[in-house]
């Protein structure tokens, strides 16, 4: 399995560009068949160090990691997290 984490840090922080970016990267469950887990968790912490969002996704092998990267439901959310998004960080790991 492969899981693919993201943390996004809004460039502008209010509620409405929130629910804008939850619900963009909500759009991409059951919309990208090799997507096997979604999950997107906002942070209650606030701290300096803290990211705003981290999505969480689940793939059953490293080319079904990047069939999602070009999928075609998947670029317009990218396209909408970029613009809403000051910075992000991700890793891209394999377990058993």
């Given at each position: 399995?492969?899981?693919?984490?993201?943390?996004?840090?809004l460039?502008?922080?209010?509620?409405?560009?929130?629910?804008?970016?939850?619900?963009?990267?909500?759009?991409?469950?059951?919309?990208?068949?090799?997507?096997?887990?979604?999950?997107?968790?906002v942070?209650?912490?606030?701290?300096?160090?803290?990211?705003?969002?981290?999505?969480?996704?689940?793939?059953?092998?490293?080319?079904?990691?990047?069939?999602?990267?070009?999928?075609?439901?998947?670029?317009?959310?990218?396209?909408?997290?970029?613009?809403?998004?000051?910075?992000?960080?991700?890793?891209?790991?394999?377990?058993?």
């Open positions: 399995m492969v899981k693919h984490i993201v943390m996004f840090k460039a502008e922080k209010n509620a409405g560009n929130l629910e804008k970016a939850v619900n963009a990267l909500k759009s991409l469950e059951d919309n990208i068949e090799e997507l096997r887990f979604l999950e997107v968790g942070d209650y912490q606030g701290s300096e160090r803290s990211y705003d969002i981290v999505l969480t996704t689940h793939f059953d092998a490293r080319k079904d990691l990047e069939i999602y990267r070009d999928h075609k439901n998947h670029k317009p959310v990218a396209k909408i997290m970029r613009e809403l998004c000051s910075n992000s960080a991700v890793v891209d790991y394999e377990v058993p």
